[in-house]
């Protein structure tokens, strides 16, 4: 059985940062590819960062780039989410998710999915 646990959600101020974990268990590593989405209020879950692991490359929304860095160590079957300079439109519950989707930026494709961690940003 597979599960992903995402933590370190909260709330913080905007222009600050967080770092976000999702820790994996049974064989979603083994999966083709690992990406993180949001959701916020009233509005469709969105991709924000996503790999495959036979690729060694890394995909980000615009709205993100360059404030946010997706990760993953091995060792610990981790996939991490590091946020900075964070606005108030990046309020949102964070999700992780494993699978093989053809198109890595398309949520349906993914076949597991953690409950999600609340990232909350104040002005």
């Known amino acids: 059985q597979v599960q992903l646990v995402e933590s370190g959600g909260g709330l913080v101020q905007a222009g600050g940062s967080l770092r976000l974990s999702c820790a994996a268990s049974g064989r979603a590593f083994s999966r083709n590819a690992m990406g993180w989405f949001r959701q916020a209020p009233g509005k469709e879950r969105e991709f924000v960062a996503g790999f495959r692991w036979n690729g060694g490359v890394t995909y980000y929304a615009d709205s993100v780039k360059g404030r946010f860095t997706i990760s993953s160590d091995n060792a610990k079957n981790t996939v991490y989410l590091q946020m900075s300079s964070l606005k108030p439109e990046d309020t949102a519950v964070y999700y992780c998710?494993?699978?093989?989707?053809?198109?890595?930026?398309?949520?349906?494709?993914?076949?597991?999915w953690g409950q999600g961690t609340q990232v909350t940003v104040s002005s």
């Open positions: 998710a494993a699978g093989d989707p053809l198109q890595i930026r398309v949520p349906t494709g993914y076949i597991y």
